[in-house]
Each structure stands twice: as C-alpha cells, then as structure tokens.
C-alpha cells in the first residue's frame, strides 16, 4: 500500500521529534555528569562536615577523656540556652556586628566619595588606603594592641597632651570593645571603600548631569540620585561584611583573649575556648550549630531583602 | 676506546676475581661492626642517632632562652638536629593539647605543663619514660639521678612508680620589690603580710611609679591563690577526691579583696590585660615597686640586657595572711608524646636538657634561678651568686617548696583545672573593671565551677558548699 504524501510528512516530523528529545536527553545527561564529580567533592567538604558537626553536637565528645563519644540527645543545648555567658556572647556579636559594619559602609563610602576621581594622585592615595586590608589580621591586632596599652599607647600619650587621662583601654569594659571595633573598622573599610568606588566609577553620567541642569545642590545630588544608584552595591557591601563580622576573631584573641571577663567574648570565641581550649568538643560543637543557623537566617533574610529592594533591570 | 685509555696510562690490569676478593675484605670489618652494633647499648654507643632530626616545643622561657643557644654543644654531641619552638605558654599548651589529642607524632619533645598534667598523663597522651630510664640500652646507671629532683617538682608527673616527665623548672612565687624605692620612703623591710603589702604600696604608689603590678590574663590564676589560700580559701574541698568548689566562701572574699586592692587600686593601669612579657618589660621600666610572681618570671628583671632595675631589686618570701604563708608551687618537664613512634632522638635530648650540668649552666649563665635539682640549689657557687640584694635565693625557694609540700597545691593538677582556672580569669577581671562586685563575681564563679566539675561527672558534697 503507497504512502499518501500527508503520511510520509507526519513520519517525518515524528522522527526529527524523536530524535531532538534524544538529542535532549542525551545533552541532560552529559550535563549531569559533569556536574557530578563537583557536586560530590562540594557535598565531602560542605555537607559532610556540617553533618559532622551536627552529629557531634549530640554527643559529649571530650578527646582528653577517652570513652566520651557518647549520645547524649540534646543536652548540649540545654545547658548552652541557660547559660547567661552564652547569651552575653551573642549580645556581644551583635554589638560588634552593628559597630563594625555600620562603620566600615559610613568611612567607606565618606572616602569612595572623597576618592571618585581619575585624577593621578588620588589613585595613589587610593592604593594606600588598601594597606590595612592586605595586612595579615593578627598583624593589625598587634598593631592596635601596643596603640592601646596604657604606658606605651599614643593614643594615651595624645590624649594626655590636652589633658585627659586615657583609660585603661583593653581592661574596660566599655573601651575594650571600643578598642576591637576601632581596629576590625579600620583593617576593613577599604573593602566597602574598594566597592562603592568601583560601583561610582560605572555610574552613569546622564542622571548626574541632568539633575545639576535642574539646578540641584550637591547634597541633593548625592541624596536623590547617587545613593539609590549605589544601593545594590551597598547592600552587597552590607551583606559581605556582614557574614565577615561573625567570623572577627583574630582581632579578640589577640588584643582581649574576650576580657576583661566576658565582656568582648563573641559567641565564635566562646565556642573556640569549649573545643579547643578545654577539648568540650561536642559542646562547642553545640555552640557552632547555633553561630551556623543564626548566620543561615540572617544571610536568607539579607538575601531577601536585597531580592526586594534591588530592582538589577 | 675504553682498552686504548687503559694501555695509555697504564692502569694495572685486576682480574674480577682479584676485585669480588679485595671487596669482600674491605667490607668485612663495616658487616662485622653492623652485626655487633645492636648488642651494644644504645647509650654506651657514641652517636646512635647520629643524622636524625628532632623537634622540640617548650614555653618560651629564660631556660628555653638559654638551651636554644647551647644546642650546638647537643647536636655535636649527639648528631641529632633538633628544631626547638619557643612559644608562649598559653600557645603552646593550646597547640600541645591539640596535638596530643590527635594521637600525632612528629613533635618528638614537648612541654609537660604543670597544670596540663592531671589531663595529659589522664588521657594517655604521654609516654611512660620509666622503661626508657630502666633500660641500660637507653640510660647509663649515672646519667639521670631521678633522686636529685626535688620531690615537689617530680610528683606531679610521676604516677605511682611511672614517670611522664622530668622536670626543667620548679616554679616558686617570690616577692621581688624595689630595695631602692623602699629605702627612699623608708620602708625598713618587705611586707611579711598580704595588709603590709597594701599599705606599702599605697604609699609608694603615684604616676610613674605603681605601688604594686599584678600580671593579668591567664597569670592571674597564678597569682590570686596566693591571697586566696592565705586568707583560708580554697578551690576544691579536697581535690581529687572531694572536688566541691569553695570559691565564695568569706574567707575566699576577703583575699580576694585584698587582692583587688593592691592589684587595681594601687596597680599598673591595664595589667590586667598583660601577659608576662608584657608584666616584665613594664617592671623592668621601673614602672612598678613590687611584684608576686613566678620566679622565672620575676628573673627577668635581672638580665642586664633588658632591664633598668637589676641593681634596684631584692627578693623576699611570699607575704603571708590570716591562714598563714600559702606560696605557690609549679614544675614544668620534658615529656615525650605518646604518639611518637621512635622515643630515642627525643629521650636523647630530655636527659641532656634536665641533667644536672645543664641546669646547672642554665643557673649560673642565664639566672635560671627556679631550677629543681637540689645538687645545684645546694651548691655553694649558686649560693653566692644568687644572693640578691641581701636575699639568698636558694634558701627562699627551699622555703616556698617546703611550704607548698604540705599538699594544698593538688587544686591545681586536677583534669577541670585549666577550664577553672579560665574561669577564675573571668571572675578576677570582671571585678578589676568593676563590672561585678567581688562577692557577685565569685558567687557566679562558683556556679559555674559548680557546672563544670559536675559535666566532668564528679559529685557534689552539699555539706561542703561554702556558707556566708
């Protein structure tokens, strides 16, 4: 029997359809097999530990007692969430969260601002605002620590000069972390400094122009038309140096070691001291758990934010 | 072209056989002596360990200072290299015990920290040095005289008739003050109470010059039992078997505030932030006139290298309180780490650095005054050279030793103590900077001492909590 021209069309097309959802399919499976061997390597070195360290924060894991490795549900918890030193740590990161970050995007863009121009020596000071970021962090520390000790600080010594007497820096409580923000502000604002200026530099000139053809003072400028055009790079900036600050720990154990009593003692610090200095490993596990999942929560709600406010069209 | 070399120079022709014969004489003494060799002992042969290379962490120290400079004479001696690390004590036991807990081996001799011992010899991380010393293949019957240390300073590493460590240093609390600055205010003598030393250093006390300087941080749980224990208080009930705290009692308040007094009120600005270097830089600025302390770290003030006040100083005993004169003690020693697989190089070096004519040298050249063998503490030569300031530096040690045997320092080698003694550092500078009043501070201190003696699963005698 003769195929009709109509029929020999149809068989057509259903082949070139069979073969492209080969062609599909054989493309998604290439895909998955490049993924795989990255996705494995991501789920040893992110998700194993992580588990590891879930699983560990149910136990009483202690290296320096041997048969310590032992289930304990959540008891970890419990005593960590009714200890009031637990609860100052966490007062304490959030004190330090806010200074640190508000500080660094205050300076950094006061400077990026200050520095938004091509002109040949300012890219020279621009290079050496960079000098504290590149420092290694226990360096900085070093530096700040021998600035704020009372007999030898300059700082001490300039304030002497108008007359005032200059604390005892690092065993107030007050100044202690006064000190810590000081330091961990001025190693890093030449990062929010570095990225408000390269968000400034891709501005485009139009708005800018247009608005001081409308007779706009530069207050009004900055206010209404350079502020909003930064604001994804702000909230970027934000949101980095945010997720860095919890992580501040050179600066602490170097300049207060947490003192005077706990007063500067954050909760990563505290953890470090239960694992590592006392081998209270799965109660410090406990502690990391909780710095993980609030760190979680609080990139996911920055995220959506950010989702919400930047308008990337 | 071989051949035509051959006939050119005219080499002598050697049969094979000739050869395979002169080879195997000449080998014949090097196979002998291979076979003998490990019949003889090790310590009878010159250099057993000759090419291997060792590694060595020790807190940094002026007898650590001093070894690291006569290592040479070591590594002649032995043909072992040795890489020693100095590191500050806190680092260093903090770097230790990780070590040591991961079971590695490649830090073949490390610091066994008096107040680590309770913990590491617990645990097992430390080797059983005494096979090492009852084996005539290791040790010559004359090489180590285990008896000459001084039993205070050996105890706490030795567990019944085992040994994990022999100690380099026996840690004495002294009171070093300023002679010059007391003869110019007429202060006949040295405070003999903990209330003398207050007043002394009220009047001494101005600008430039403190009345008094109190190490901070982690020294601090050194320093305070000084006070502590003098004014009747106490850390435990009786450690290791009854580990009830007893730090809120009246009497723990009371030497508390004396100590906060004289530490704070009429103290260097800040100490409390220092670490012993720091204390002993600001000391041998001629910041401060008096000071209680470790002995090694109070000996710094006597290198002419570093300090203003070497001719300004003078020692005396430990002031005592209501409880009597309650010094402090701490030994340190070399130990080997249970993970290290070949003891030898390692052991090499421990009997070489704690032998009596080591310490010795250490004594005599580099005013490592806190040695703990008696042969050089006895010694005539130390006696006159350490007679500082009218004070006789042997004889005082001897004292503190002798007051500190009666037993209260076993508060201090227990497995909680280093996380006690974090916590009293918490406790002591929430009170320096006024955040808590002394009372409040050790009540919180003794509640959280209370948590963690119980996490380590030990019982708690209500009969025996403090009541004020």
């Known amino acids: ?313 | 072209m071989s051949r035509t070399l051959t006939r050119n120079r005219r080499i002598p022709s050697v049969s094979r056989r000739t050869l395979l014969k002169g080879a195997a004489l000449a080998a014949l003494p090097a196979l002998g002596a291979s076979f003998l060799a490990p019949c003889r002992p090790a310590a009878a042969q010159a250099k057993p360990y000759a090419g291997r290379s060792i590694t060595v962490w020790i807190t940094n120290h002026i007898y650590a200072r001093g070894l690291r400079e006569i290592l040479p004479e070591f590594e002649s001696k032995t043909g072992i290299k040795v890489t020693m690390d100095l590191l500050n004590f806190d680092v260093h036991n903090q770097r230790a015990d990780l070590q040591l807990s991961s079971g590695a081996g490649n830090v073949d001799v490390m610091n066994l920290t008096f107040i680590f011992a309770g913990r590491w010899i617990g645990a097992n991380w430390c080797t059983d040095l005494t096979p090492l010393l009852n084996d005539p293949k290791m040790t010559r019957p004359d090489e180590v005289d285990v008896k000459d240390f001084i039993a205070g300073a050996i105890s706490p590493f030795s567990r019944g008739e085992k040994i994990f460590g022999l100690p380099w240093v026996a840690e004495t609390t002294m009171l070093m003050y300023r002679a010059d600055i007391f003869k110019e205010k007429g202060i006949a003598s040295p405070p003999k109470t903990y209330e003398e030393m207050t007043e002394i250093a009220k009047r001494i006390h101005s600008k430039d010059v403190a009345g008094n300087l109190s190490r901070g941080t982690n020294g601090l749980h050194w320093t305070w039992p000084n006070w502590l224990y003098a004014y009747g208080g106490k850390v435990f009930a009786n450690p290791p078997a009854d580990m009830t705290p007893q730090l809120n009692s009246k009497e723990s308040v009371a030497g508390t505030k004396q100590f906060d007094l004289v530490s704070t009120d009429y103290g260097v600005p800040g100490s409390m932030a220092f670490t012993d270097s720091d204390a002993q830089a600001i000391f041998n600025q001629g910041r401060a006139a008096m000071m209680v302390d470790a002995l090694g770290v109070l000996s710094a003030a006597l290198d002419r290298k570093q300090s203003q006040v070497v001719d300004k100083v003078s020692f005396a005993l430990p002031p005592a309180g209501p409880a009597g004169f309650k010094p402090q003690i701490a030994a340190h020693a070399l130990q080997i780490p249970a993970g290290v697989k070949d003891k030898g190089p390692g052991w090499e070096f421990i009997k070489w650095a704690t032998s009596k004519e080591i310490l010795r040298k250490a004594a005599m050249e580099k005013s490592h005054l806190a040695v703990p063998r008696a042969s050089v503490l006895s010694d005539s030569e130390y006696k006159k050279q350490f007679t500082w300031g009218g004070a006789d530096m042997g004889a005082l040690q001897t004292k503190v030793l002798d007051a500190a045997g009666a037993g209260y320092m076993t508060y201090r080698t227990v497995r909680e103590f280093p996380q006690v003694g974090s916590r009293m550092v918490i406790a002591l500078t929430e009170i320096s900077s006024r955040q808590k009043s002394v009372e409040r501070a050790l009540d919180d201190l003794q509640k959280d001492v209370i948590g963690i003696v119980q996490q380590a699963g030990h019982k708690i005698n209500e009969s025996e909590l403090p009541k004020r």
């Open chain 1, 1 to 313: 029997m003769a195929e009709t021209r109509v029929e020999r069309q149809v068989a057509r097309t259903l082949a070139k359809r069979g073969e492209r959802a080969g062609w599909t399919r054989q493309r998604e499976r290439l895909y998955v097999a490049y993924a795989v061997p990255a996705l494995l390597i991501l789920f040893v070195v992110t998700i194993v530990p992580t588990l590891f360290l879930l699983g560990t924060s149910l136990t009483n894991l202690n290296p320096s007692m041997p048969g310590t490795l032992r289930f304990i549900g959540l008891q970890n918890y419990q005593v960590l969430l009714q200890q009031d030193r637990f609860w100052n740590s966490i007062w304490v990161q959030v004190r330090l969260s806010f200074w640190t970050v508000s500080l660094q995007l205050l300076i950094g863009l006061g400077i990026a601002l200050l520095l938004n121009s091509r002109l040949r020596f300012l890219e020279l000071i621009r290079s050496l605002f960079i000098i504290p970021m590149v420092l290694p962090p226990v360096v900085v520390a070093i530096i700040w620590k021998v600035l704020f000790v009372p007999n030898i600080s300059p700082v001490s010594w300039a304030l002497s000069l108008a007359g005032i007497q200059g604390p005892a820096w690092l065993v107030h409580p007050f100044w202690a972390l006064f000190a810590i923000i000081v330091a961990e502000t001025w190693e890093w604002f030449p990062f929010t400094m570095l990225m408000l200026l390269a968000a400034l530099q891709m501005m485009p000139e139009e708005p800018l122009e247009a608005a001081k053809i409308d007779g706009a003072s530069s207050v009004q400028v900055l206010w209404h038309i350079v502020l909003p055009l930064l604001k994804p790079a702000i909230i970027v900036a934000l949101l980095f140096r945010l997720i860095d600050s919890v992580k501040a720990f050179p600066h602490i154990y170097i300049m207060t070691a947490g003192g005077p009593g706990v007063a500067t003692e954050p909760t990563n610090f505290y953890a470090y001291l239960q694992a590592f200095t006392f081998s209270l490993v799965g109660f410090g596990s406990s502690i990391s758990t909780i710095i993980l999942i609030l760190t979680l929560a609080l990139s996911l709600l920055i995220v959506r934010i950010v989702g919400r406010m930047v308008d990337y069209e």
